[in-house]
């Protein structure tokens, strides 16, 4: 089965993109989501979390407690790869599982921020990055996210891959700068992609 991939930094729009894909009737695995279903349900990768951040890593409910996490490794750049080292591989290995459920879907999409960060790129046969401007991202970010600042906004940026390496990267890109229309060029993506699922 084709695997697609869809990547770009904070505030370009990678869920919007993915929605689209999604009203097509495309499988979509949002990597983010399922990150936080598998620290929940796996109980080997729950198991190394205590480990490695203490009892506290999951309140009295048996709910991971995100805010202490990071307060741990945000600001952390050993203990953030350390931190990712134990999420990544359990993600892939639930991403294998779900595209397995998707078999008679002439493709699949898989959007994740970390695509490269991660190595979740190599289980992907064509890429989709997401573009927007900085002014555009940060305009948005500011409207959605209401408790982070425009200096908060640009130390996570600087903590992402370059733009312009996920753009050289890529195989395809989707420019959502608030002037192109996006549904255009989801459509016409989709029409690739089905032929090229077809030639497979």
């Known amino acids: 089965m084709l695997k697609i991939g869809i990547t770009g930094g904070i505030g370009v ?18 990597s983010d989501s399922r990150a936080k279903w598998v620290m929940h349900h796996d109980d080997s990768l729950k198991a190394d979390l205590i480990a490695a951040y203490g009892s506290q ?9 995100r805010a ?9 750049p050993e203990k953030l790869q350390r931190h990712n080292s134990l999420v990544h591989p359990h993600v892939r290995n639930d991403f294998e599982k779900w595209v397995k459920q998707h078999t008679g879907k002439p493709y699949v999409i898989k959007e994740a921020a970390l695509m490269y960060e991660s190595e979740a790129w190599k ?19 500011l409207l959605r996210d209401k408790h982070r600042t425009e200096a908060d ?11 312009e390496e996920k753009m050289a990267r890529a195989d395809y890109i ?3 700068d608030d002037q192109r229309m996006i549904i255009p060029q989801v459509l016409s993506l989709h029409k690739q992609f089905l032929e090229l699922a077809s030639a497979n």
């Open 13 to 30: 729009g990678k869920t919007v993109v993915a929605r689209m894909f999604k009203l097509l009737g495309i499988p979509v695995y949002d």
């Open 123 to 141: 289980q992907i046969d064509k890429m989709i990055a997401v573009y927007a401007p900085m002014d555009v991202r940060i305009k948005r970010l």
């Open 174 to 176: 989707v420019t959502n």
């Open 153 to 163: 906004i640009r130390t996570i940026i600087s903590k992402q891959l370059s733009e």
């Open 68 to 76: 202490y996490i990071a307060s741990i490794v945000f600001n952390n």
């Open 57 to 65: 890593a999951f309140n009295e409910q048996g709910e991971l407690d």
